[in-house]
Structures are given as C-alpha cells and as structure tokens.
C-alpha cells in the first residue's frame, strides 16, 4: 500500500503561490444568506432561504477551526446545494476547500460564482476523487476535519451540533446516521448505524459525509481505490481512537444514476477495491470473516429488538 505524502503535495501548493494558512470564510454578524447569490428559481427551504442563525454559537465559546473539503467532478446538478449547505452552516472558524477535477459542465461557474466565501478553489485535472480530497486536506489548518462530496450535503445545524459534542467528549471521530434521497422518485430514506466497534470494523457501515475527525489522527487515503477509498480510510484512521455516535442524520445523499454507489457500471471497480484492500501486501486476509460476520447478525438482531421496547 503506497500512500502519498500530504506535505509533497502541500508544498507544491506554496510553490504555485498558495499562502498558509487559508483565509477563513468570511461570515457576518446576521449570517451569510442575505450575502450569498440568490438561489435558483423554485429552490427552497434548506440551504437555498433558510440558515443557520449565528446566534446560536455562543460568542463567549472559542470554536475550533473546522475544515470540510469537497472533491468536485461534473456534479452541477448537486453541487450548489453541496456549497450553500457548508456556508450557511454560518460556523463561525471555518476553513472550506474545494478541488474540482476539471469539470466540463457548470461546476466551475458555480464554484466561482461563491469564490468569496470559500478558503480555496481550484479547477484543473487530477487523478481522482481521492487525490483531490488529499491535496485539499494537504492545505488543512482545522483542528477537525470532514469532506463532503459534491452530490451530497449537510443538514441544517449540523457543524453547531458535532463540534459541541468534539469539545463536551474529547473524542477524536464523531459519526452519525445519514438520509438519501432519491432524486427520481423524491423518497428520502435513512440509514441508521450501530455503534462502530473495533472487532467489526472491517464490516461497511458508517456513512461517509456524516463523519468528523480530529486532524491529530488525520491520514492520507489510498490513491489507488476508485471506490472504497472511505472504508479504507476507516479501517486505519479509526481503530483504536475514540468516537462517539450522533444519533440522528447529519447529512443527505442524493441518489442518482452517476453515483458510484449506485451505479451498475462501478461493479467491475468495487470488486477491484476489494481485492486491492485485503492482498497481502495491505490489509490481509481476514482469517475469521465467517465469525465476524455471524456475531454481527445477531448483534444487529439484538439492536433492533431492544430498541423496538
């Protein structure tokens, strides 16, 4: 497993004239939506007329620097939402990165379009989603990290919500449940996860864009997965390090036809993660995959039970 090196990439950026640390996004006392671009006609409720109300973080409270990247490649349709659902969080320390791939519809007009509140853009090629999202944290200055894709988004309150627990817990990664929405036939669903355990690590089941980590434990990921780079990251940013459970959804996926999760057309490039993540040269073979799986049935059996009393 050959994983690159953060500050390469970090110092290629000095080198082109970026200057560290990142300017921060710009907020105002009443909060950014009066501030940000009008939204698209018949686009409402949150993150299109609604915010965050500043208010609701305490002046008295020294907030931690937070720093969300969201890789970008031709996700117009998605990716306005993906923006105004980072700003109009209105947290008041926040660093916002965005690395787009080089997109060939309207996603840099919109990434420009929202240039002044946003730390650092860039809109050229590179070598995929996981390469973007490494050189975006190559520029982090946050105490706590998270990406965010760009056919996806935060709910409302969310930053106020996960940063209070980080400083009440002192946990080093915070997850939560996530909501997808089916953009054909607008049915929203959520997916409710169990608290996520070390033995059972290696079983999928945390929901990306609803998880948060303390750059103290931050890790590049693996550049060479098109798919699992996530479930990957996870079986080494997350063991051993504690963490606490939201229980509630902390952000939406859109669900449509380009998404590599649910696309027929990435099954040849799961199966290739796969095999790439347990070789013997990264992860191994999990010698007591029956039993892991077996013991984690009926704890989800047992989950479920109880949690219907």
């Not at 996981?130 to 982090?140: D, E, K, R, T």
């Not at 997850?175 to 059972?200: A, E, H, K």
């Not at 990264?282 to 039970?305: D, F």
């Amino acid at each position: 497993m050959n994983l690159p090196d953060l500050q390469s990439y970090r110092s290629a950026f000095i080198r082109k004239g970026v200057q560290l640390p990142l300017p921060l996004v710009a907020g105002t006392e009443s909060g950014l939506l009066e501030q940000l671009p009008e939204s698209p006609q018949g686009k409402t409720g949150w993150p299109w007329d609604e915010q965050v109300e500043p208010e609701v973080y305490d002046h008295k409270t020294n907030w931690p620097r937070l720093t969300i990247v969201t890789p970008s490649y031709n996700q117009a349709n998605f990716l306005e939402q993906t923006i105004r659902a980072v700003l109009l969080q209105n947290y008041p320390n926040l660093e916002y990165i965005i690395i787009d791939g080089g997109s060939t519809d309207q996603s840099k007009q919109i990434i420009e379009k929202y240039a002044p509140w946003i730390s650092y853009y860039q809109s050229e090629k590179d070598s995929g989603q996981s390469n973007a999202i490494n050189m975006g944290f190559s520029l982090s200055s946050g105490r706590y990290h998270a990406w965010i894709n760009s056919d996806d988004y935060y709910l409302k309150g969310v930053f106020h919500k996960v940063v209070s627990k980080f400083m009440s817990t002192k946990v080093d990664f915070i997850y939560g449940y996530g909501n997808d929405y089916n953009v054909l036939s607008g049915q929203t669903t959520t997916t409710r996860i169990l608290p996520f355990i070390d033995y059972f690590i290696k079983i999928p089941g945390l929901v990306q864009p609803s998880t948060f980590w303390s750059a103290a434990i931050h890790e590049p990921i693996w550049e060479e997965l098109h798919c699992s780079l996530d479930f990957e990251l996870w079986l080494r940013l997350v063991k051993g390090h504690s963490r606490a459970l939201i229980k509630e959804p902390l952000s939406v996926a859109n669900v449509h036809d380009q998404a590599k999760t649910h696309s027929p057309k990435m099954k040849a490039q799961w199966e290739a993660d796969h095999q790439k993540i347990w070789a013997a040269d990264a992860h191994g073979t999990v010698h007591e995959w029956k039993k892991i799986v077996l013991l984690n049935r009926i704890r989800i059996k047992l989950y479920n039970l109880f949690s219907k009393k």
